[in-house]
């Protein structure tokens, strides 16, 4: 079915209207194999509508989108199978409270992969300990910090053995403290090779992990380089005009 050459995600002309506002006007980008991309830009700029519409959430208005060069489908069963090859991190946990933690990550292996139970877990548990938190599989998520929330968030997302994952905004809900363990996960997974599409505040972390960085404003892309070109030689006035409200404070 996929055809394993070219991108993993292509955007081809991508518009997205809410009503009559244009959440992302003419969007075309493409997301190679084991690239970490990661979206930044003021508030409003259609970051995390880009996002939501990689993995459907949001329905396009008009362009094509595909994944390893199949087109997004409609709905239904093969919708189904798209998500679960991509993974997606939103700011919000969104775990299931009455669920402790390793149900939280056995629990899409298991109904929508038909991954036997043992299996599901021996996977759920290595998982739990790449991101340091093997000692927490029978906590309740009320009971742990926004930070392992968060982490938990990645690994049930990575349960599901994902193609590509999707990160919008993942530490904005974090207190500081938290914010560097998350992206450290994060950071680890790049180093490994995830393809990655991350919409963040953190430039520290676009410099550090990004093997681009697209700067979008207005629901386009304006600019698109490597961190070093893009931080430190940018070439439009937009970007130049918010990197210097965002890299002095």
Same mark, same amino acid.
């Given at each position: 079915?996929?055809?394993?050459?070219?991108?993993?995600v292509?955007?081809?002309?991508v518009?997205?209207?809410?009503?009559?506002?244009?959440?992302?006007?003419?969007?075309n980008?493409?997301?190679? @194999?084991?690239? /970490?991309? =990661?979206?930044?830009?003021?508030?409003?700029?259609?970051?995390?509508?880009?996002?939501?519409?990689?993995?459907r959430?949001?329905?396009?208005?008009?362009?094509?989108?595909?994944?390893?060069? =199949?087109?997004?489908?409609?709905?239904?069963?093969?919708? &189904?199978r798209l998500?679960?090859?991509?993974?997606?991190v939103?700011?919000?946990?969104?775990?299931?409270?009455?669920?402790?933690?390793?149900d939280?990550?056995?629990?899409?292996?298991?109904? /929508? &992969?038909?991954?036997?139970?043992?299996? &599901?877990e021996?996977?759920?548990?290595?998982?739990?300990?790449?991101?340091g938190?093997?000692?927490?599989?029978?906590?309740?998520?009320?009971?742990?910090?926004?930070? $392992? $929330? $968060?982490?938990?968030?990645?690994? @049930?997302?990575?349960?599901? @053995?994902?193609?590509?994952?999707?990160?919008?905004?993942?530490?904005? &809900?974090?207190?500081?403290e938290?914010?560097?363990? /998350?992206?450290?996960v994060?950071?680890?997974?790049?180093a490994?090779?995830?393809?990655?599409?991350?919409?963040?505040?953190?430039?520290?972390?676009? @410099?550090?992990?990004?093997?681009?960085?697209?700067?979008?404003?207005?629901?386009?892309?304006?600019?698109?380089?490597?961190?070093?070109?893009?931080?430190?030689?940018?070439t439009?006035?937009?970007?130049?005009?918010?990197?210097?409200? /965002?890299?002095?404070h």
């Open positions: 079915m996929a055809d394993h050459q070219g991108p993993l292509r955007l081809r002309d518009d997205k209207y809410f009503g009559t506002a244009a959440a992302l006007n003419g969007v980008l493409e997301v190679q @194999r084991g690239e /970490v991309v =990661v979206v930044i830009g003021p508030s409003g700029s259609g970051k995390s509508t880009l996002c939501r519409c990689i993995n959430l949001e329905t396009i208005t008009s362009g094509e989108i595909e994944i390893d060069g =199949v087109p997004l489908p409609p709905e239904g069963r093969a919708l &189904a998500r679960a090859e991509v993974g997606m939103f700011q919000s946990f969104n775990l299931f409270g009455h669920k402790n933690v390793l939280n990550l056995t629990m899409a292996p298991m109904q /929508v &992969a038909k991954v036997p139970r043992a299996e &599901a021996q996977r759920a548990r290595e998982l739990l300990e790449r991101v938190l093997a000692h927490k599989a029978d906590a309740m998520p009320a009971e742990l910090s926004g930070g $392992q $929330q $968060q982490r938990v968030a990645i690994a @049930r997302a990575l349960a599901m @053995r994902p193609k590509l994952m999707l990160f919008d905004e993942p530490t904005s &809900a974090l207190d500081p938290m914010i560097n363990e /998350v992206l450290a994060m950071i680890e997974l790049a490994e090779g995830m393809t990655m599409v991350v919409v963040t505040h953190e430039m520290g972390f676009a @410099r550090k992990a990004a093997n681009r960085v697209v700067f979008m404003d207005g629901g386009q892309i304006v600019e698109t380089g490597s961190p070093a070109e893009f931080f430190d030689h940018p439009t006035d937009r970007a130049r005009d918010f990197l210097s409200k /965002v890299l002095t």
